[in-house]
């Protein structure tokens, strides 16, 4: 291989003049440049790995904080606070009407201005704390000795809390690479209105209307309830929302059955029946909502069209793109998401211990086989459980 090119002449008086070209030859360009292609190809996995660790890292010290301040809130109130708070009477909301647990934990993330402007906006709006999203209306009704609302008589609609627009960091795992502090529009019957947006959710129990979790609608569950140990037992799990935003608001929580769930609260069967493996007391075959997303439903529900095989439970890889995986935990992390658990600890749990089961006395018929994941929703399920981080 020759890489420069010379020429020699003479001139007169005795003179050599020697002349050099320098440059490479074509092969010579094409096989640095071979090297510099497979030099990128080794090293950008390496950087994405490596991105993905730290997002991941920095997810795990999310969740921790998470934990710190629910420890936090519980020494002062003395139990955990709602999963998503309903008031008793819809006809006189109180001012935290739909406020979920993310939104009471404020104070106790260092964002005491944060939920001091929402409480102040909640009482100085009374017509719209029935809805934090706005477009309530107005919803305080004269109630005739029947208890019948004859019709509204507040004040016209003071619009969306603005607290709810905020991107909280401790909210939002890093590995979501998606904008979630965005306008959008509100059941459709209000313009578009700022909404904050999370990737985690509580765990409100084993199934819809179950409340044998930790944090479910107008919960007040204390340490002291946690019977099968709050190192087992998960307290807030990984949910990226879905593309089109639907579900996954901080604030305020109503959710695809109306207690937040897949907003900031999950259970672990919330899209179609039951497993037929196992039931628990309490645990509704069906919710009103399924009929929103006929393609996630199987056939016979509420109008479904998902024929099958049916792959939207339980714990399991998602996919952001597809909104059925609104339904369960899972994460944007490869192979599992980050948990954290009623004893503050931080775990990764791998998909794997789906496949993974159990013998849960507390479901209805006692003693049935349910997964290892189902088994760590459940907080007075005794269910017998070694070590997770063997599963």
């Known amino acids: 291989m020759q890489a420069s090119k010379s020429r020699e002449w003479g001139i007169p008086g005795g003179i050599t003049v020697r002349t050099r070209r320098l440059g490479f030859t074509l092969i010579e360009l094409l096989v640095v440049i071979a090297i510099i292609a497979i030099l990128i190809g080794l090293l950008v996995p390496a950087v994405q790995k490596v991105r993905e660790a730290a997002a991941r890292t920095e997810c795990s010290n999310n969740l921790k904080q998470q934990g710190l301040a629910l420890h936090n809130y519980h020494d002062t109130h003395k139990r955990f606070p709602e999963g998503a708070h309903q008031p008793p009477n819809s006809y006189f909301p109180d001012y935290y009407s739909f406020w979920t647990w993310m939104a009471k934990l404020l104070p106790f993330i260092e964002q005491d201005n944060l939920y001091r402007s929402a409480e102040a906006f909640a009482k100085s709006a009374p017509d719209s704390s029935w809805s934090p999203w706005g477009g309530g209306g107005a919803i305080y009704y004269n109630i005739g000795p029947n208890q019948t609302p004859p019709g509204p008589v507040g004040p016209p609609d003071a619009g969306p809390n603005p607290a709810q627009g905020v991107d909280v960091k401790v909210y939002h795992c890093p590995s979501d690479w998606r904008n979630l502090s965005v306008k959008i529009v509100v059941f459709g019957f209000q313009g578009p209105v700022d909404m904050g947006f999370s990737t985690y959710v509580g765990n409100a129990g084993s199934g819809p209307g179950s409340h044998d979790g930790i944090l479910f609608n107008n919960s007040r569950v204390k340490i002291a309830h946690i019977i099968d140990g709050t190192s087992s037992t998960l307290l807030v799990g990984e949910h990226p929302p879905t593309l089109d935003l639907f579900y996954g608001w901080w604030f305020d929580g109503y959710g695809f059955d109306g207690e937040s769930g897949g907003e900031t609260t999950l259970t672990g069967i919330s899209w179609s029946v039951p497993s037929p493996a196992v039931t628990y007391p ?105 070590d997770l981080e063997s599963y």
């Open 282 to 386: 309490g645990v509704q075959p069906t919710s009103a909502w399924y009929g929103a997303f006929p393609e996630c439903t199987p056939v016979g529900v509420f109008g479904g069209t998902n024929v099958g095989p049916y792959t939207y439970e339980g714990f399991q890889q998602g996919d952001v793109f597809n909104r059925c995986h609104a339904g369960h935990f899972w994460s944007l992390h490869t192979g599992g998401m980050n948990a954290l658990f009623c004893d503050g600890s931080v775990r990764f749990l791998a998909y794997e211990m789906s496949l993974s089961t159990t013998i849960s006395p507390g479901s209805t018929p006692p003693n049935q086989v349910i997964s290892i994941f189902q088994a760590v929703l459940t907080k007075a399920g005794a269910e017998l459980l070694a």
